[in-house]
């Protein structure tokens, strides 16, 4: 038997990734650019045992099914081929996030889980190497190996796309995200199938493409000049640059709601009002804003004329992936 456990949390891209160049080995069309954050995490532990006749998924404490299995089954597949490795595992996952509010993520599960299988499997890698792994799981894992900031260099094969960290001489403790959830009750599209349509169908995606690199490079300028304004205007404008791409895809597609659009102009709002904030969004309907950490309380007071409290999460800079005392489960 080989155990392993992690926690992992998850992260935000401030330079998105959105495309795939190969969709087996997870290597991206373009680099990217994220910060952890502290408030949403998963904690995985992995149980490789010569009593298993296949793998088993909890999650929260409930076995999932097959189908919910096959993302963790593909991983241990690779872990597996990798090791030269037959046990099949138990996998217990929990997600620590403050509502059930349909924000777990696969960046933190994912990355948890390559962790935890590290671990079990004594395989000493570093965190670039920690980071490849977790890339094969779900691409935007790989950034979770880190604190702070993380920059995906997409590389050009399997050995050479991982995430690093960017220094910031601790400017992210300086940061702080305020996330408003927002639930349009619309069917998701998946970031995995919404990326796959973009690149293969939409007509704006070579914009995308043409701008992304040199957003990355003046968002890591601002970093290092700790420029709150200029690390605000290009995550947003590069989010806004992602979403773009999905209004010229066949079908066209949108991650956005009414309610999104009310946050996004109410971010305007405040900031014309004199509270710097720049919002971004991912691959459903939430908003998350960006805002200095001495501006956080003020800005929830603002949003909170527009939400309930149950809407408005904070979140700090978070840490990278930490490995925990794995114990026996009674119940495997
Ligand atoms: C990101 N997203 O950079 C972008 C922005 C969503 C929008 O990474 O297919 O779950 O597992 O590699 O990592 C979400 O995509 O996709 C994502 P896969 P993943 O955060």
């Not at 597609?253 to 659009?261: A, D, G, H, K, V």
Request: with cysteine; glycine share 6%; aromatic share 10%.
């Amino acid at each position: 038997m080989y155990m392993g456990k992690a926690r992992a949390y998850t992260n935000i891209a401030l330079i998105k990734y959105w495309g795939k160049k190969d969709e087996t080995l997870i290597l991206p069309m373009n680099s990217s650019l994220s910060l952890t954050l502290d408030a949403f995490y998963t904690e995985t532990q992995v149980c490789f045992d010569e009593g298993l006749t296949e793998d088993q998924f909890f999650l929260d404490d409930k076995c999932q099914s097959p189908k919910q299995t096959a993302k963790v089954s593909a991983f241990l597949d690779l872990v597996r081929q990798q090791q030269q490795l037959s046990l099949f595992a138990r996998v217990d996952s929990h997600n620590f996030v403050p509502t059930a509010a349909g924000l777990a993520s696969s960046a933190s599960g994912l990355a948890a889980l390559a962790g935890a299988c590290a671990q079990a499997l004594s395989l000493n890698y570093t965190p670039e190497e920690l980071s490849r792994l977790a890339r094969r799981g779900s691409g935007s894992a790989c950034r979770s190996i880190f604190g702070g900031f993380a920059e995906w260099q997409k590389g050009t094969d399997d050995s050479s796309s991982y995430a690093v960290n960017i220094a910031a001489d601790d400017w992210e403790k300086e940061l702080a995200m305020l996330f408003v959830l927002v639930d349009d009750g619309m069917k998701d599209i998946s970031s995995r199938d919404g990326m796959k349509r973009t690149v293969e169908t939409s007509s704006f995606y070579s914009g995308w493409l043409a701008t992304v690199e040199a957003d990355l490079l003046a968002a890591k300028q601002a970093i290092a000049a700790k420029d709150f304004t200029k690390i605000g205007e290009i995550t947003e404008a590069n989010g806004l640059k992602m979403h773009g791409t999905t209004l010229g895809a066949q079908p066209p597609f949108t991650y956005w709601s009414p309610e999104s659009l009310k946050a996004m102009q109410l971010v305007r709002l405040a900031r014309e009002q004199g509270l710097p904030c720049y919002f971004t969004m991912d691959a459903g309907p939430n908003v998350k804003v960006l805002v200095e950490k001495k501006n956080i309380a003020a800005l929830t007071t603002f949003f909170a004329a527009h939400f309930s409290k149950e809407q408005l999460i904070t979140a700090n800079a978070g840490p990278g992936i930490t490995l925990l005392p794995a114990e026996r489960s009674d119940k495997s």
